[in-house]
């Protein structure tokens, strides 16, 4: 019994490219974070907030490549389709 379907490598490439995104967001907030700290004495984020920011980032940016791709490959299976 499977619980997920296997994932296409443009998946797992557009997965990669979002984590990698979230990763980066997560250091400038966290940056932001510090610098503002040592500067005032409050942070401006909660980590529950980093946390979410950065993942719903990651997620988000998936979701999107993922979009853009599949609307890509329909467009070009209609354009083949129009031309027979």
Do not use: H
């Amino acid at each position: 019994m499977k619980f997920f379907r296997k994932t296409s490598k443009l998946e797992q490439k557009n997965w990669r490219k979002g984590a990698i995104l979230g990763f980066y967001i997560y250091m400038l907030l966290l940056f932001i974070n510090y610098s503002y700290f040592l500067i005032s004495g409050s942070e401006p984020f909660t980590s529950g907030v980093i946390f979410w920011i950065g993942l719903l980032i990651a997620f988000g940016c998936e979701f999107i490549l993922n979009l853009k791709t599949k609307m890509k490959v329909k467009k070009r299976t209609n354009r083949d389709d129009s031309s027979l």
